[in-house]
């Protein structure tokens, strides 16, 4: 199979020698990344950046790090500043990260409980510059998009699991633009709502080149399929034998470059790297 | 919970005024009749200090148990800390206030009684039972008690009612 043709642009994300520790205990430690606005000719493409790790090793914490919720204990997080963005050409500046700024939703898919999918898309976008009618628009534009459109006036409670999350989703996206970060997207799901996520992930990442999506998942396969970029999150081994009990990326594929991003499907090479992924993580 | 000083501070006053209702009644009583001379005045306020304090405790309990989750929520689309509790700890708990006022009233209900028999000066139906049982009238005091159960239930059905009707999304 070819090799897909792209360019990578300036930096869109850029995690420096970030850690974090709740009470004293260092949860997560030494996390250095970059990544970069990607190109594709004729094609909108975004970023699919994926984290995967065995259970603890803090992909969590790293996400609520990146989305501005937990102040690090060292380093920063720099995301690119769009509203300082003079356009084609310049290196997009960078900024570092605060609350709002990334959309996150957690595993829970959490809402407002108290507002209907109309209310809660309104309220995502009260800060948005737009007219009303704008706005309005724009919303009932998203609800068909994403198959709320029958559910819009319900709440919470009254919604099934599947639309909760593509609410959670879109409110997310509404508000903060650009970044968003998904813990766990697909745990608890069944074939047809991994289905419609993975096509929320194609309407994100085709709607506008700088989108860019973080997620974590358990499910190697899956994250090869639709990711561009893979960190693999785990305890480091110490020199004399044994591990560390913090996390950190042991591991980075760019799958770009390895030639087996956005093929649609997984073949013997994908399987080959799953199995290379596998290995890194049980050694950890 | 996000944590300003003037939250922490109200938090403390709250607290404070929740361990309060650990005093008892006729204690408070003492208390109230250096303000008020009143007997029928007085047997509100007994109750009315009561029921506030029982309230801030429940509510304290509605605070404490908001999930991490629905507040970092918030957070996530920009909320300022008076927008999360607005959106999160007031709008998103008014179910709960008046779920903790059902509750609570139940309570009052039941002590509304008993301080009247204690302030027995303004009458009422504290005494009015106190009366017949002296006078062995066992039937007043069975329909005595029957309307307070009645009109008890009645108020309890009324505010849950009231709380599924004004808040569709409140599954309690
Ligand atoms: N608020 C907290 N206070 C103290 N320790 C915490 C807190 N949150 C998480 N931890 C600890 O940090 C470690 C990493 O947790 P985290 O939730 O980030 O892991 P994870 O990789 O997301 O795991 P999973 O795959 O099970 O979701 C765990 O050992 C956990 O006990
Ligand atoms: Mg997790």
């Not at chain 1, 609350?99 to 809402?111: A, C, N, P, R, S």
């Not at chain 2, 303004?122 to 309307?147: E, P, T």
Request: hydrophobic content about 40%; overall charge neutral.
């Amino acid at each position: 199979m070819p090799k897909p043709h792209y360019e990578t642009k300036s930096p869109v994300l850029k995690v420096e020698d970030l850690s974090v520790a709740y009470d004293g205990k260092t949860i997560i430690k030494d996390i250095n990344f970059t990544e970069c606005d990607t190109v594709r000719d004729g094609k909108e493409q975004g970023q699919t950046i994926a984290f995967v790790g065995r259970s603890g090793r803090g992909k969590s914490t790293l996400f609520r790090a990146l989305s501005g919720l937990e102040v690090p204990t060292t380093g920063k997080v720099l995301v690119a500043d769009y509203a300082n963005f003079k356009g084609n050409g310049d290196e997009i500046p960078l900024k570092a990260v605060h609350e709002g700024d990334v959309g996150f939703v957690d595993q829970k898919y959490t809402l407002f409980r108290h507002k209907t999918v109309m209310q809660a898309l309104h309220f995502a976008m009260r800060k948005s510059k737009e007219s009303e009618k704008e706005k309005a628009d724009k919303i009932a534009a998203a609800l068909t998009a994403w198959g709320l459109e029958n559910v819009k006036n319900q709440y919470p409670n009254e919604l099934s699991g599947g639309q909760r999350q593509r609410t959670a989703i879109l409110e997310q996206l509404l508000s903060s633009g650009t970044f968003i970060i998904l813990d766990e997207p697909f745990s608890g799901l069944d074939v047809g709502n991994i289905e419609s996520v993975k096509r929320a992930f194609d309407l994100i990442c085709s709607s506008h080149e700088l989108n860019t999506i973080l997620f974590s998942t358990h499910d190697i396969e899956l994250a090869i399929e639709l990711a561009d970029s893979i960190h693999v999150l785990g305890y480091p081994s110490l020199p004399g034998g044994g591990h560390a009990s913090h996390g950190t990326i042991l591991k980075h594929f760019d799958l770009k470059e390895l030639g087996l991003a956005w093929s649609g499907g997984l073949n013997g090479d994908h399987l080959e790297l799953a199995r290379e992924i596998k290995a890194v993580m049980l050694g950890s | 919970m996000p944590t300003c000083r003037r939250c922490r501070s109200s938090s403390r006053w709250a607290n404070f005024l929740s361990q309060l209702r650990y005093l008892p009644l006729t204690g408070i009583t003492f208390y109230l009749a250096m303000i008020v001379s009143d007997a029928r005045t007085m047997q509100v306020w007994v109750l009315v200090v009561f029921m506030s304090l029982y309230f801030i405790t429940s509510l304290l309990g509605v605070i404490r148990d908001i999930p991490q989750e629905e507040i970092d929520h918030a957070r996530s689309l920009g909320c300022s800390r008076w927008e999360v509790l607005m959106e999160v700890v007031i709008k998103g708990r008014l179910d709960y206030v008046i779920e903790v006022l059902r509750q609570n009233l139940a309570i009052t209900w039941m002590m509304l009684v008993t301080v009247e028999s204690i302030l027995v000066a303004a009458g009422g139906l504290g005494v009015l039972i106190k009366n017949s049982d002296r006078f062995m009238n066992h039937g007043r005091i069975l329909a005595l008690q029957i309307v307070i159960l009645l009109v008890g239930l009645g108020i309890d059905q009324f505010l849950n009612y009231m709380r599924k009707v004004l808040f569709r999304y409140s599954r309690i």
